[in-house]
């Protein structure tokens, strides 16, 4: 009986000591909680008075709404690069860049060390007839500065109507002095992959940004080639990103399993693993990526992804480095805020933010200098100059059959790169020679 009088008490003073705990527990949780929610309250009252004292004193007649809006802005860009307050006007302009065509230069840009800076032009675009370059500058559009200047501010002003013009200042490295050029505004469509052939047995693609067909037509060009092809360069420079599903199912086509690219933010809900599906690849053949400072977010994924699975040899030179992940969530029917919810990670964990990626083979963009003796006839000058002279002799005009043979000539060319093209582009050349050192070792 004592002892059960002592079990008793035993029991009796565990769940006491139990419910004092769980009440200190639930008194520390309720007075954090309170102190939170008076930390809140407090920084509300400051952001209100400061309000009141700008609008009562500030030297222009400013509203309320003009106040806030501003006080939206500034916290917005002060986040990070990539997100802020969208205005009537800005939520409107972004819409009709997401719906499809639009008037403007072709460029995208992002802001590196505080500046805005041209990530790339898009090929064939105004912009990129004009020679604006990969790491441009921004220093002035028009007449107006770019210093504290958001990213979709700088947009909404070069955009504009097809046919005006625009001026952009621009700062270039190597350069004594501000570059100012001029573009005529376009309207920009953009061909995101193009196939060409490098010799009998390479195919060479071309992504110039991730649109919603870019899986499609990358499969498409591969399997039309695959009897022919021991060996693909997938070209990613000046690739400013697009579609995150794009990339991943890119990725997917080269590689049959594992992680292909995660995103971390502060909400579990806001994470996610994408991963490669053995049923969607469809070549084995080696790899060789192309990429500089102009590829960015999508372009980055999908290099990065390759070099982590050793899937590919990475040539070039460093990345961009964004690897954060935009949401444009609406806060009124007109108005919306664009937020940074979350970073990318590559299989091996690591980020690719204000970092990018680092090619396996550093190459910088230029020509191939050849030496070629002036005074040396090649068999094939010779020739066509016998065939010439034959042609005076004989009195036969071949004219009709050379130009025929010419137009035949000029149409393939389109299809295929030529040893000259090679050599006006060292990268390219180079990323040829690794691919035909791969397709040996692979035999």
Same mark, same amino acid.
């Not at 204000?354 to 070629?372: L, N, S």
């Given at each position: ?5 002592? %079990? ?25 909680? +309170? ?12 952001? +209100? ?28 860009? &002060? ?18 860049? +997401? ?7 072709? =460029? ?13 032009? %898009? ?42 013009? =625009? ?19 376009? =309207? %920009? ?81 806001? &994470?996610?693993? @994408? ?25 980055? =994924? ?42 990318? @990670? ?93 397709? %040996?070792?692979?035999?």
């Amino acid at each position: 009986m004592k002892n059960k009088k002592y %079990i008793t008490l035993g029991f009796a003073s565990v769940t006491i000591a139990i419910s004092i705990i769980f009440s200190a527990n639930l008194f520390a949780k309720t007075t954090d909680h +309170t102190k939170k929610e008076a930390s809140r309250l407090e920084a509300l009252a400051k952001f +209100t008075k400061v309000i009141s004292i700008v609008e009562q004193y500030n030297v222009d007649d400013v509203t309320i709404e003009e106040l806030m809006d501003k006080a939206l802005q500034g916290m917005m860009s &002060n986040l990070d690069a990539h997100s802020n307050f969208l205005t009537q006007k800005d939520y409107k302009r972004l819409k009709v860049q +997401t719906d499809g065509e639009f008037g403007g230069l072709g =460029i995208t840009v992002g802001v590196r060390d505080g500046a805005l800076t041209v990530i790339a032009p %898009i090929e064939g675009t105004p912009a990129d007839e004009a020679g604006l370059k990969s790491g441009d500058i921004i220093l002035k559009i028009n007449e107006e500065s770019t210093l504290n200047m958001t990213i979709d501010e700088a947009v909404s002003i070069m955009r504009g109507k097809v046919g005006d013009p =625009i001026e952009i200042t621009i700062v270039r490295k190597g350069e004594a002095k501000p570059i100012p050029i001029n573009i005529v505004r376009g =309207i %920009i469509t953009i061909e995101s992959v193009y196939t060409k052939t490098i010799g009998k047995d390479i195919l060479y693609v071309r992504v110039t940004s991730f649109d919603k067909k870019v899986v499609e037509d990358v499969m498409k060009a591969i399997n039309t080639k695959k009897a022919m092809t021991k060996g693909i360069i997938l070209d990613l420079r000046n690739n400013p990103g697009g579609l995150l599903d794009q990339a991943v199912g890119l990725v997917d086509l080269f590689v049959d399993e594992g992680d292909i690219v995660s995103q971390k933010g502060r909400k579990e809900s806001d &994470n996610q693993v @994408y991963k490669a599906k053995k049923s969607n690849t469809v070549t084995d053949v080696p790899l060789v990526v192309l990429v500089n400072g102009g590829s960015a977010s999508a372009s980055e =994924i999908v290099s990065g992804a390759l070099q982590d699975h050793k899937r590919g040899v990475i040539l070039g030179e460093n990345t961009f480095g964004k690897g954060s992940v935009q949401v444009v969530l609406p806060i009124t029917k007109e108005e919306a805020i664009k937020l940074t919810i979350a970073r990318y @990670y590559l299989p091996s964990g690591r980020t690719i933010q204000a970092v990018g990626v680092k090619p396996d083979i550093e190459v910088q963009p230029g020509e191939v200098t050849e030496r070629e003796n002036g005074f040396s006839i090649k068999e094939a000058d010779l020739k066509k100059h016998l065939e010439e002279e034959l042609v005076k002799v004989n009195g036969h005009d071949k004219n009709k059959d050379e130009k025929s043979k010419k137009a035949e000539k000029d149409k393939a060319k389109k299809d295929i790169i030529t040893q000259e093209q090679l050599y006006k582009d060292i990268q390219l050349k180079e990323s040829v020679d690794i691919m035909k050192a791969l397709i %040996i070792v692979k035999g």
